[in-house]
Every structure is written in structure tokens, then in C-alpha cells.
């Protein structure tokens, strides 16, 4: 028999003949004890060798080589020593295998990720006892096998044995791992029912679960009710509120943290500190942000670290503290991918973009959140060209863009207009995986599809656009106020208030920016009643206040229809001082009806806000013409003149047969203007025989001082 097993284990080839102590006569005094002790040892130590030789001595002595209680102890050394092979062929050697035995090979294959071995050796097990679901139930969770962990564990509820608290909290794991939070409720509810409510070590799971879920309401309780708090529930809750919101309750919680007087004082660590500071950058909140690194500077532990440091200088980038983030960057002993990025999004949103480059040139290595954010630097300047260059540029690296390289860039398309590079972008879109027509709540895909529809519309495809909107079977608010305001924009008033209506059938609540497109829509489309209506029902009905937004897009309304004495009422009203924009719209409300008292105040008020604008002196000046006072005609140029402003030209682009031909006004530069000018000639006369002479007027008036 002890041939057979030694053939089988076939351990001689690695365990020298020395290395085996002897066995003398007195062999029959050693007992389970002695054998026990010395694989606790060996256990102790971790060392696959020593192991070995107490094997032999075991395998030397035949009343021990049947012993199952060693074989168990055995399979554990080997387990804690890193050999599951060897520990497998022992217990392949045991011939009356019992539940310890069992347990102890399924807790080394799912201690070491045989996920597949431990599920057959489970389904093997005779009388399986708490211990045996505990371990598959925690080792399916730790190899990502959530679905599977909780599979076992509702196995586990129809059986006679009793749920403890390591299956409890391996289980909210597994919920953790699928962003189940509804299924965490009814593992909660049932932890609720049992005498493990009060445990610590669960009330951390619960914690955890329904912070990482998203739930920091349902976490806040948990936190409230737990009798013993350490730094990493702290932590816990500290950083679901950070990342979830309301994230001001993080900076609430950390003061309640620090000035706690009870005799469990919690002294916070890097980690409690790193999600301060992303608090403080998420507010911007640079007082409370400086604080936190005074207390940084003055640990020589906190100083060198590296998360808090990235922290840091994500912290001054995104409060506009460039510099400081600058100074705290170049001190980093080393510089990680993450500081980097920080960097080129604080530059880039201190409008130094070719800083922001040059950083990002200077990146020995780069991620798609580096892309992503000189991408975003760029279309937040304006300069959405050079996005799409580099967008061009992430495509031939072979980075696979996210859904906000996506986002970006096509806002960068809709902005240019250029709908047919927004159509190859939705191809790459397609191409990425990216689903509109799922059940599924994914914000990604959602977020894409809002990012396709708004370029749609602001490239003027409405049918794509719509296409795009019927084919999105989640919809939420920002999609809604998409398709409200992209028809407004593009004069379908009257299909932007269907939308409206729609979308409070469905059940979605409106915000400022929906009330905007509501607003703007009943001022293309005439409706001047309907728009009086929707503005009152904005407080009375949807308690929205109004912004200086929506009285901008009421003068703009009252001012087409030429209802000025409802526009000083409006105005009156405003409780704020009233801004350009709204002053902007009331002028050219007044050139439109040839208000020219009205104008006159309008335009004063515009000069006292911004004397720069040119645009503001031309329709004076025009007013002016209209009613033939010349003298102030000439008055207005000088003052534009004493004042150095010059009249920007106007310009206008097309693109044909993806070249794109830009035209400015009085542009002699083109080598068929005449053609050109003759054809705008034509097309104003045909106007004014179709709409009559006094709307045509402007145009004809540009043809003469083209002087083509």
C-alpha cells in the first residue's frame, strides 16, 4: 500500500534520500499529534519542501498513510504553500474522505482561482456543512463570477444549513460586482431577520454594497446605525458621496470625522484624504482644497504619496489654480499618467491648449483618458478643427475611443456643421458597439446616442436626427431637450411643443434648458400666446424659476411681434440686472419694428455693458438711416471710430464636394464674384416679386454696397 501511494504521489523525484530522516524502532510511539505539529509548522513557515519531507516520514510510517485527520492537515500545508497540485493528489490518496477533507481541497482550488475544479469538487460533496457553501459562494465572488456566487448562495437558503455572516457577505460582493442593488435590498432584508443585524463585519459589507451601487442614502443608514466606526467605513461612506453625490455631504462627513470628540477618535489616512480633495475638485472648493494639503505638507508619510498627490493637482487644475497645479506637478518625484492628464484638462481649460499639448506630446505613455482630454480641450475652445485631427490621429494609434471621445467629437462635428464627417463618426460608433435600440440603461449608450442626436440637429438632418431618436428606446431628460431645442432652432416651433408634450406624457420633469427650447420654439413659429402660457406654467406648474435665459427668450418673442409695452412690464420684473444678450435681442426687436425710442434705450444700455461690440453700432446707425437722420448716422461712426471699433465682416461658407468655400462680405477675392453677385441679384429680385419690396429692402441694399 505505501508503494503505491509513493507511486502514485510520486514525490522522490524531489525530495533527496538525506533529506528523509530515518525512522527507528521506536516508530510506534509517534501518534496524529506529532504530525499535526509539524505541518502546523510547515503551514506556519509556508515551505513546500518541508512539507515534502514530513510527507515522507508519513508515508514511512503504515499506520499514518490511511490516517485521514493527516491527509486533511496535509492538504491544507500544501493549500497555504502554493502547491494545489500536490494538495489535489493527496486528497486523490485519502480512501475515507470526510467533510474536512472536502473543504480543505475546495478552499484551495477557490483560494488559488480553480473556479471550475471547486464547483466540481462541490458538486461532489456528500454532506456539505456551513463551511463548504461558504468557500464556493466567496470563491465564485472573488473570480468575478458574480451571477454564479449568487446562484450558490440562493441554493444555499433552500438547504438545512444555516447562512453565517461570511455568506452573507460574500453574496453582497456578488451584488456589488452586478451593480444589483434591488437584489442587496433582499439580502439585507433577510441579514434584517436574523441575529447577525448588529454584526460589524456585515454592517461593513452593507455599507459597502450600497455605497459602490450607488445608493448613499440607504448608505448613510447603514453608517448611522453601526455602533463601531474605523477609517474604512469612514472611507467608505466618505467616497460614495464623493462619487455619487451630493457631494458636499464627503466635506460634511470629513468635518464630522476630524472633530469628533468620543473616545474612538478616527484619524483619517491617504485614502480618506485623496477623496477630500476630489470632493474639493468636484466643487471647486479651493479654500477647503488648500487646507487639506497644509495637512499633507506637514506628514512626511502624506507628502510622497502618489494618490494624494494626483489628487492634488486634479484639485488646482480643475479649481483654475493652473499654476499651483503646475508647481506641485513638477515636484512629484514621479510623474503618473493620471497628474499628466490633470494637467492638459487644467490647461485646457485655462484656454492654453498648446500647453496642454505639449504636456501631453511629452507623455511617455498616453490612455484614451489622455486623448479624451486634449479632445475635450480643444472643442471647449472652440477649436474643433484640431479635435478632429487628433480624433484622426487616437484612430491611427489604434486606441479605442470611449463614449466621451465620442461625446466630444461629435459635438465638434455639429458645431462645424460638417455633416458628413458625423456621419462616419456614427459608423465608428456602430462599429464600437455602441447600442441605442437595447433595453438597457447603460449611460454610455444613452450618452452616445444623445451626442448623435444633438449633431444631427445642429447640422440641420432632422431625419436622421429623429431616426436616431426613434431608435433609442432609453430616453432621458437630455435627450428630450435635444430633440426640443434642435426643432426650435431649426423653425419647427409647433413640432417642439408636441415634443414638450410628449415627453410630459411620458413622465420625464422638464428643466430650465427644456423651457428654453419651449420658449425659443413659440418665438420661431409666432406663437405669442402659447409662449406667454408656457412661461407663466414654468413656476405655477413645473417650479422652474425663471433664468435671465427664459426672459432673453421672452423679449425675443414679445420683440417679433412688436408688443414693446409688454416688454417694459417683463423687464421690470427681472429681479436681475438684465445682460447683453437680452439687451442684443431688444435692439434688434426695435431695428425689425423701427422702434427707434425703444432702440435708442436698448442700446445705451448695451454700450454700458460692452462698448466693443460693433454689432450694437450698426443697428443704431441703421435705425438711423431708416428714418433719414443722417447727422446721427455720422455721429454713431465717430464714436465708433474715436473708440477704435471696426465692424467685423460678415461671413458665410458652403461646402462643395468636400471642399469647403468661405465668402466674406465685399470679398472680391473669388474668380467668378461677378457670377456670383449676378446670381444673389437675381435671387432678390425674385424675392421681392414673391414677398413685396419692403422685405427685400436689406438685400438689395447689401447687393449695392458690394459693389461687385
Known sequence: MIGGIQRSFSITSTVTRHEIPTISSESNHLNPTVFSRLLQECIKCVSIPRTRRVHCRILMVPQFTTETFIHNRLIEAYSKAGSVDDAGKVFAGI??????????????????????????????????????WNSIISGCAQAGLFCQAVEFFVRMTSSEVKIGTHAFASVLSACTGIMDADLGVQIHAKVTKTPLSSDVFLGSALLDMYSKCRRPTEAQVIFD??????????????TCYEQNGPVIKALELFFKMTTTTHENVVIPDELTLASVVSACAGLSAEREGRQIHTRVIKSDKLREDLILSNA?????????????????????????????TSMITGYAKAASVDVARSVFAMMPERNVVAW?????????????????????????ESIFPTDYTFGNILSACGNLTVLDVGLQIHNHVVKHGFRLDLESELYSDVFVGNSLLDMYLKCGNMGDGKKVFSKMTVKDRVTWNAMIVGHAQNGAGEEALLLFDQMLIVGETPDHVTMIGVLTGCSHAGLVNEGLFYFKSMTQTHNIPPSLDH?????????????FDEITVLIADISTEPD?????????????????EMGEFAAEKLLEL????????????????????WEDVRRVRRIMKSRGVVKKPGCSWIEIERKVHVFLVKDGTKM?????????????????????????????????????
Request: glycine share 4%; net charge positive.
Open 95 to 132: 480512501s475515507f474522505k470526510n467533510v474536512f477533507s472536502w473543504n480543505a481541497i475546495l478552499a484551495a482550488y477557490t483560494r488559488f482561482g480553480f473556479i471550475d475544479r471547486a464547483i466540481e469538487v462541490f458538486e461532489e460533496i456528500p454532506m456539505r456543512d456551513q463551511c463548504s
Open 225 to 238: 446605525k453601526m455602533p463601531f466606526k474605523n477609517v474604512v467605513t469612514w472611507n467608505t461612506l466618505i
Open 312 to 340: 492634488l493637482v486634479d484639485m488646482y487644475s480643475k479649481c483654475g489654480r493652473i499654476i499651483e497645479a503646475r508647481r506641485l506637478f513638477d515636484r512629484m518625484s514621479v510623474k503618473t499618467m493620471i497628474a499628466e
Open 372 to 396: 479624451n482630454a486634449l479632445i475635450a480641450g480643444y472643442t471647449q475652445n472652440d477649436n474643433h478643427e484640431e479635435a478632429l485631427n487628433l480624433y484622426r490621429s487616437l484612430k491611427r
Open 551 to 563: 426672459y432673453t427668450c421672452m423679449v425675443d418673442l414679445l420683440g417679433r411681434a412688436g408688443r
Open 580 to 596: 447683453a444678450v437680452l439687451w442684443g435681442s431688444l435692439l434688434a426687436a426695435c431695428k425689425l419694428h423701427r422702434n427707434i
Open 610 to 629: 460692452t462698448q466693443e461690440n460693433s454689432g450694437t453700432y450698426v443697428l443704431l446707425s441703421n435705425m438711423y438711416a431708416e428714418k433719414g437722420r
Open 672 to 708: 467668378r464674384k461677378n457670377d456670383i453677385y449676378e446670381t444673389l441679384r437675381c435671387i432678390c429680385l425674385q424675392m421681392k416679386q414673391t414677398i413685396g419690396e419692403d422685405d427685400t429692402n436689406d438685400y438689395i441694399q447689401f447687393i449695392h454696397q458690394s459693389n461687385y
